[in-house]
T-cell receptor, first 114, second 112 residues
Framework: GAGVSQSPSNKVTEKGKDVELRCDPI?????LYWYRQSLGQGLEFLIY????????KSGLPSDRFSAERTGGSVSTLTIQRTQQEDSAVYLC????????????FGPGTRLTVL | SQQGEEDPQALSIQEGENATMNCSYKTSINNLQWYRQNSGRGLVHLILIRSNEREKHSGRLRVTLDTSKKSSSLLITASRAADTASYFC????????????FGQGTRLTINP
């Protein structure tokens, strides 16, 4: 079956602009996760959803970052007033259930803030 | 902060040889997962080993877990050029198992 898909694959934006990143999880997976991979920080957890709710938003780097999930499926990660330090690869993953199951990752969105 | 630490950071071997990568972590875990990443993009899941398991095999991959030492190893036997990639261990903490904590990775290069 289809894996996790993300769009766009690459995004170049100017500092101060808002961006939206999209994730389509594997069909039937109830849990969805966002991670960020940058040169200086490695792979870091941002937020996860169980259904449409996000019980833990503590991984979001600042209040410029927000995420939502609708219909228990597609999720969008929004970064407002982008800064150069937001440049990174944003990875989405999904799992059948929350917590102890294998997380399957999408190909990522490479964000470059000029 | 990164909990896992991979060792070595980079490994270069000849095709056909075995490659061993190690991972250490700090807190108690529910499970540990190994991933492969090519060209800095998507992560491919390789294997998951639970805290009550000591060894697991999948094809040419062998993973061990020693919870007393808080360490794991990934062995790739009979390496191929296509195995060239970065390998990451990720731990699922007992508290908050949904937040995988990744190590910095091992860059593996297989020379033909």
């Amino acid at each position: 079956g289809a894996g996790v898909s993300q769009s766009p694959s690459n995004k170049v934006t100017e500092k101060g602009k808002d961006v939206e990143l999209r994730c389509d999880p594997i069909s039937g997976h109830t849990a969805l996760y966002w991670y960020r991979q940058s040169l200086g920080q490695g792979l870091e957890f941002l937020i996860y959803f169980q259904g449409n709710s996000a019980p833990d938003k503590s991984g979001l780097p600042s209040d410029r970052f927000s995420a939502e999930r609708t219909g228990g499926s597609v999720s969008t990660l929004t970064i407002q007033r982008t800064q150069q330090e937001d440049s990174a690869v944003y990875l989405c993953a999904s799992s059948l259930r929350q917590g102890r199951d294998t997380q399957y990752f999408g190909p990522g969105t490479r964000l470059t803030v000029l | 902060s990164q909990q896992g630490e991979e060792d070595p950071q980079a490994l270069s071997i000849q095709e056909g040889e075995n490659a061993t990568m190690n991972c250490s972590y700090k807190t108690s875990i529910n499970n540990l997962q190994w991933y492969r990443q090519n060209s800095g993009r998507g992560l491919v899941h390789l294997i998951l080993i639970r805290s009550n398991e000591r060894e697991k095999h999948s094809g040419r991959l062998r993973v061990t877990l020693d919870t007393s030492k808080k360490s794991s190893s990934l062995l790739i036997t009979a390496s191929r050029a296509a195995d060239t990639a970065s390998y990451f261990c990720a731990t699922a903490p007992i508290q908050g198992a949904q937040k995988l904590v990744f190590g910095q990775g091992t860059r593996l290069t297989i020379n033909p």
